[in-house]
Each structure stands twice: as C-alpha cells, then as structure tokens.
C-alpha cells in the first residue's frame, strides 16, 4: 500500500462536511493506470477519485487500500467570511519591462522587477518605498521569502544588492523555486534541491516540466511530464520523509504551475485551482477559467490567479478577492495583505484589508 500511495493518505474537499454537502475525495496514487479501487463509505467513485453526500450528522468513515479517513458531519456548514476589498495603488519605481512577464513578484514585502530594462534588477519594499538595485541582474530569477532572490550562480538577500556567490553548475529548464530557505531547481533529468548557504544538493528522480519553476515550502512541489503520453501533466511532491517524489495529482487532464507556501500546495486545472493541505489532505478548489494565467501565486492558503471573463482577464483569490478593472490584469503575486499584478504596460499594488482576509480562505469551513 504504501508503494501505491506514497503520501499514505487520502485528499478531500471537507473533513467536517455539513448534511447535503457533496465531499470529493482523491488519492494521490503512484500504482497501474487505470486504477481500480475498491472505496468503501461513498456514493460513487471512478479510478482514484469518489464522492459522496452525507445525508445525517455524526461520523463517517471511508476507506480505500488499507486507508481509512474520519469525516464527521455536522448540521450546517458556518458561513463564509465576506470577500475583502483592496487598496490599489501604481508602483511607478518598477516596470511591465521585463524579458519574463511573469515578473515582477515578491519576496516577502519586497517587490522585485524591472526598473525599466529586460532584467530583473530593481527590488522596491512595498512599506517604505526604499529602491535597491540588484548587481549583476538575471532574466528569471527566483523569488521568496523574507527578501531572497537566487540565480544560477548567486543570491541577493534584500537590502542587500549584491549577490553572494554559490556556484552551481547546473542546466535548468525553469525559473528556480525557492521560500528563502530552501532551493529547488528543475532539470532535464531530475529535480534538484539544497539548503541556502550549503554547497550539498539532493537529487530527485523525477521529469519537471520546462518553464513552469518548481514551488518550495514545507514540501517540493512542481509539474510532473514524466506520463505526459499517457495521463498529461500532473503535481508531484517531495518532503521529509519521503524516499521518492509521490504524485499529489496524478490522473487524466493537465495540472499545472505548481505554488507552494508552509504546508499548502496549489495547482491550476482545465476548469478549478485547487489549495491543499500536504500535512491533512484538506483540499478546496474554486471553479474558474484561469487558461490565461502565466502562473499561480499562493500565501499561506490563499491562492491568486488570472480569471477570464469571457473579454479580458481579471485576478481572482481564492479567499473571494477578485480585481474586474477594465483592460487585463496579469501576473498577480500575492503576499498576505499585499498583492503586486500588471495592469496596460503599469506595475500596480493592491492592500488588501486584513480583517476581511482574517482568519484565511479555508480556516473558517472545517
């Protein structure tokens, strides 16, 4: 069992689902494709997925391979929290410049960018407005964390311009991921990782997709093309613990841009971006087109993308956050309160109110 399920767990929309609330439930799983699985305790199931509708309060149990996962049911489902309102202001210090569209983004309260060239070589603090300039700039550098941007062969930690050197002499095919402690790299071959500030890396078997950089929070988490043939593009993951790297979503259908922060992981697919707990399986998706998004931004459980309304393309969050301006708003990075995004050639900033974010996107349903 373990084998098949390497994260040793079942993911699920609600560990306390109300009566009549559908629950979908999934599990990561790494045996024979098709899968057959013999779920018990739900109303349906096809391969690695099932659901089910509870219709009375109290315990209730599921199982599939040896797995078992309690939910208990409760009467009604609390009320949401109302969507939270934003503050949007220009950022005129960085510019919609850059050679990679997808800057610029941030690194804790600094926003990093392009002050005008092609190159990501200017770092603005959100709070106080202070400018550095990065020396010896990069087209694509990674980001995270309390002010920590990597490149191949160096790293700035802000307000510090000038990178430190750590040689790296490896071929990447995306943007490198970081969350300011940790480094993960995507290769032709494998996925590559190690700690900032020590020269071991640690070496994944896996086949991360070009373009799309791997996510590094309490678990490595990136976009998977090793059954492209076969099942498309899929989210596998990587913590402490684990031999391997294990699929997180493995099935027919695309998944795609891979974000990760503390123990959350989200993704983007055909029609939904999913959150997900890699510690609980807690799992929330949000119906969406988000076809035109460069990418996925997520802080702690809050995801942020780029949702086509049919005319242009809008930000929306999962926490309800949504940016309908006229024209396109691109690029969207999110860091708690704040929110960086494109908008006709402006970088622009959005201050989102805290009491209405608090306490979080999926805290207040389970």
Not at 142 to 167: F, K
Not at 278 to 290: E, F, I, N, W
Request: net charge negative; with cysteine; aromatic share 6%.
């Amino acid at each position: 069992m373990q084998e098949l399920v390497p994260l040793g767990r079942i993911s699920t929309s609600a560990l306390q689902p109300a009566v009549g609330q559908r629950v979908e439930l999934e599990l990561p799983y790494a045996g024979p494709w098709p899968a057959r699985l013999d779920w018990q305790g739900v109303d349906g199931s096809e391969g690695s997925r099932a659901w089910l509708t509870p219709d009375q309060p109290g315990p209730h149990r599921v199982e599939v391979l040896g797995l078992q996962l309690e939910l208990l049911v409760v009467q009604e489902a609390p009320p949401r929290p109302p969507p939270p309102d934003a503050l949007v202001t220009s950022l005129p210090q960085l510019k919609a410049s850059c050679s990679d569209a997808r800057y610029p983004q941030l690194a804790g309260l600094w926003a990093v960018g392009c002050g005008g060239g092609a190159q990501v070589d200017t770092a603005v603090h959100l709070e106080s407005r202070l400018v550095v300039e990065l020396r010896d700039p990069d087209d694509a550098p990674g980001v995270g964390g309390a002010g920590v941007v990597v490149a191949r062969d160096r790293a700035w930690t802000l307000p510090e311009g000038q990178p430190e050197r750590h040689p790296r002499p490896v071929e990447a095919v995306a943007p490198w991921g970081t969350d300011g402690r940790r480094v993960a790299i995507s290769t032709a071959d494998d996925l590559q990782w190690f700690a900032l500030g020590e020269h071991t890396r640690q070496h994944l078997k896996a086949s991360p997709a070009p373009w799309m950089p791997p996510a590094v929070g309490d678990a490595l988490a990136w976009v998977d093309v090793g059954e492209r043939a076969l099942l498309g593009e899929d989210i596998y993951v990587w913590r402490d613990g684990l031999r391997d790297a294990a699929p997180l979503v493995r099935r027919v259908g695309d998944q795609r841009h891979a974000a990760a922060d503390g123990a959350w992981v989200a993704w983007i697919e055909e029609e939904q971006v999913c959150v997900e707990s890699v510690d609980s399986g807690l799992r929330r998706c949000t119906p969406t087109d988000a076809h035109t998004s460069r990418g996925l931004s997520l802080s702690g459980d809050v995801a942020c993308w780029e949702q086509w309304n049919g005319t242009d393309a809008d930000i929306q969050c999962s926490d309800g956050l949504s940016l309908q301006r006229p024209g396109h708003q691109r690029s969207p990075s999110r860091q708690g309160d704040w929110l960086l995004f494109q908008e006709r050639g402006q970088v622009l900033v959005a201050r989102i109110s805290p009491a209405a974010t608090s306490p979080g996107a999926l805290a207040p349903q389970d």
